[in-house]
């Protein structure tokens, strides 16, 4: 099967997820999209295979997201893919992608809908 987590190493339900994937042995691809950063199209991409909004999508706890005015409701979607593109910390995590589709893993036990065998637990 094949998997892709964008990961965020020092976010612990990202190494959570990236510990199940790998428990199921589903090998996953690990982008660590911080250094990676994102484009406007894999962004709309993945938003559109996961069925989120920008706004659904954005990391506010632990985010510049507050101080850079992003959670008021008046700001558009093409605005927060940009500052998401700038700033890729604002982009909440992991998204896993597999052939059975793309979700933002949290609550961590989302991954589990995106596998073809549950790993052996306990985890």
């Given at each position: 099967?094949?998997?892709?987590?964008?990961?965020?190493?020092?976010?612990?339900?990202?190494?959570?997820?990236?510990?199940?994937?790998?428990?199921?042995?589903?090998?996953?691809?690990?982008?660590?999209?911080?250094?990676?950063?994102?484009?406007?199209?894999?962004?709309?991409?993945?938003?559109?295979?996961?069925?989120?909004?920008?706004?659904?999508?954005?990391?506010?706890?632990?985010?510049?997201?507050?101080?850079?005015?992003?959670?008021?409701?008046?700001?558009?979607?093409?605005?927060?893919?940009?500052?998401?593109?700038?700033?890729?910390?604002?982009?909440?995590?992991?998204i896993v992608c597999t052939p059975k589709g793309v979700r933002l893993c949290r609550p961590l036990e989302v991954v589990f809908d995106l596998l073809d065998t549950?790993?052996?637990?306990?985890?």
């Open positions: 099967m094949s998997v892709v987590i964008y990961h965020n190493p020092d976010c612990g339900t990202s190494r959570r997820v990236l510990a199940i994937l790998q428990a199921a042995d589903a090998a996953p691809v690990v982008i660590e999209y911080l250094s990676a950063g994102w484009t406007r199209a894999q962004l709309l991409g993945l938003f559109a295979a996961a069925d989120l909004t920008p706004r659904q999508a954005l990391r506010v706890a632990r985010s510049p997201a507050q101080e850079m005015g992003l959670t008021a409701p008046d700001v558009t979607d093409d605005a927060l893919l940009a500052a998401m593109v700038a700033h890729p910390i604002l982009v909440n995590r992991p549950c790993p052996p637990g306990p985890l």
